[in-house]
């Protein structure tokens, strides 16, 4: 559904290292999403992990020096399956 409104995501954190636990969330980094979706999309991720806690981050708010750490572990959330 959020690829037919032009946003992708991709796995970060722990989830992506294969290091996620009882106290861990599950961190995206939005690599695309269209300026209408953003924020909004936080309450339709929301809605679909129901209790699980997240974070969503996009990779426009990252700071330059700081991309490379996001990327080098991100995984696609097809690959989780």
Do not use: N, W
């Not at 559904?1 to 995206?28: H, N, R, T, Y």
């Amino acid at each position: 559904m959020m690829e037919q409104k032009g946003i992708s995501a991709l796995i970060v954190g722990s989830l992506a290292k294969g290091q996620f636990g009882p106290a861990s969330d599950i961190d995206f980094l939005l690599t695309s999403c269209p300026r209408k979706y953003k924020y909004a999309i936080e309450a339709e991720v929301e809605d679909s992990l129901g209790d699980l806690p997240f974070d969503v981050v996009y990779l426009e708010e990252i700071p330059a020096d700081r991309v490379e750490r996001f990327t080098s572990s991100a995984v696609d959330a097809h690959a989780l399956r």
